[in-house]
DNA sequence: CAAGAGATCATCT
DNA sequence: GATGATCTCTTGA
């Protein structure tokens, strides 16, 4: 049950987004607690990623991605959800981890007032709606997920995913990213009913 | 079921 | 002014 640090997070961006699978993310609103395991997830790997934000270089929105591992990215998306990234590798190299699905573990009923269903199914099973579930605003964007009062972190709980359960994909989304968008880039563990698309 | 439309806004041209 | 690392609902077979 130890907390995630910095030496994780400046890890290979590939290697990070592999690894992250089975580890849990907890999230601590005044006495609440909410966590659910990470089943899925994307990197995206560098400045010469035509997937990636911050193959634009650097902006306002995207600043973060160009600092040390540990940090939260976070950005809406279609002007209704947001998508949580965490930021990977060394400092002045954009890159990251998106979270795109959990299995819920801790704080269930709190996540099904937030998504307005019952359907556990349906609680983090995709990027925005995980958002949704753990409240996580554009007030996550570029707090540390590594510091002592984090209020959003991850655990290492000892599950460990054996590698022939994890399967490479395609990115979602992607279209618009050229040769890009055809590298297996997304992880998810095989046969969990929480991934977002098979 | 699958496919398509629509919602709505921060960000960058 | 266009576009998107999404989701939900409606339509139609």
């Known amino acids: 049950m130890t907390k995630l640090t910095q030496r994780f997070f400046d890890q290979k961006t590939e290697l990070v ?7 849990v993310l907890v999230r601590k609103i005044n006495d609440k607690k909410l966590s659910g ?17 911050a193959s634009k270089g650097k902006t306002n929105r995207t600043h973060v ?24 590798e060394t400092e002045d190299y954009p890159s990251a981890v998106l979270i795109r699905a959990l299995e819920p573990l801790e704080g269930i009923e709190i996540m099904k007032q937030n998504r307005k269903t019952d359907n556990i199914i ?3 099973s995709g990027p925005g709606k995980l958002c949704q579930a753990f409240e996580i605003t554009k007030k996550i964007d570029s707090t540390s997920a590594i510091s002592e009062n ?7 709980r000892e599950i460990k995913i054996p590698a022939n359960q994890i399967v490479k994909a395609e990115r979602i989304g992607v279209d618009y990213a050229g040769i890009w968008k055809d590298k297996l880039l997304r992880f998810y ?7 977002s698309k098979k």
């Open 189 to 195: 563990i095989k046969d969990n009913l929480f991934v």
């Open 17 to 23: 987004a592999k690894e992250l699978l089975g580890k």
């Open 122 to 124: 349906n609680l983090t």
């Open 65 to 88: 991605m160009f600092s040390s591992g540990g940090f939260w990215y976070v950005y809406m998306i279609y002007g209704f959800y947001y998508c949580l990234n965490i930021v990977t």
């Open 150 to 156: 984090s209020k959003l972190y991850i655990e290492d």
């Open 37 to 53: 395991m990470i089943v899925e997830t994307e990197a995206y790997v560098g400045p010469h990623d035509l997937a990636s934000h």
